[in-house]
């Protein structure tokens, strides 16, 4: 079956540690995308990508990294200086076109404490 | 990025048709207009989506007004199963790295009362 797997489903970690999500994707798309999701509220992206090698920063890229060497995977990284990291991280994918259909992930739920 | 305004909450019978609709009065003419939904703890799914003409596909259908300042997303039978929050979206399909990117709102959360 094609599709996005983001693993772990539920993550906890300690205030201070950097944490790696993971994305991983078999629908060869070209189109990467990471969002985060606060309770109540939309999404907002954090980073994307639309090709390998290349990303650019969304709209809340501060203490956030990414990397995109494959493209099937495009692992997010919350680092320490992320001031609030505890929320739903959603990874995407896509073909670019017109229609520019976006794919989600089940998504990771982070809580830092 | 053009801007959306959605009811926060709406509630429908199950079996009835559900219209949610969708005000984006800024909306220039590259904007196409997409339908998200997101199920309780799940990712969004891609509903449908539209640029001046009405839409139909196995999930909905898309109305869009005239002059594209508003339209609705209707849902011909609520089953239990559409209880979600819906997104709608505009997308600016110009050229450039912006056309990538989804802005998504609150939404409106629909419940279905069987």
């Known amino acids: 079956d094609g599709g996005i797997t983001q693993s772990p489903k539920y993550l906890f970690r300690k205030e201070g540690q950097n944490v790696t999500l993971s994305c991983e994707q078999n629908l060869n798309h070209d189109a990467m995308y990471w969002y985060r999701q606060d309770p109540g509220q939309g999404l907002r992206l954090i980073y994307y990508?639309?090709?390998?090698?290349?990303?650019q920063k969304g709209d809340i890229a501060e203490g956030y990294s990414v990397s995109r060497e494959k493209k099937e995977s495009f692992p997010l990284t919350v680092t320490s200086a992320q001031k609030n990291p505890t929320a739903f991280y959603l990874c995407?994918?896509?073909?670019?076109?017109?229609?520019?259909?976006?794919?989600f992930g089940p998504g990771t739920r982070l809580t830092v404490t | 990025d053009a801007k959306t305004t959605q009811p926060n909450s709406m509630e429908s019978n199950e079996e009835e048709p559900v219209h949610l609709p969708c005000n984006h009065s800024t909306i220039s003419g590259t904007d196409y207009i997409h339908w998200y939904r997101q199920l309780p703890s799940q990712g969004p799914e891609y509903v449908i989506h539209g640029l001046t003409s009405n839409v139909n596909n196995r999930m909905a259908s898309l109305a869009i007004a005239e002059d594209r300042k508003s339209s609705t997303l209707i849902l011909h039978r609520a089953t239990l199963r559409d209880a979600a929050v819906y997104y709608c979206i505009l997308r600016d399909a110009g050229s450039g790295g912006s056309n990538y990117k989804l802005t998504f709102g609150k939404g409106t959360l629909l419940t279905v009362n069987p």
């Open positions: 995407a994918s896509s073909i670019p076109g017109a229609v520019h259909e976006q794919y």
């Open positions: 990508s639309q090709i390998v090698n290349d990303f």
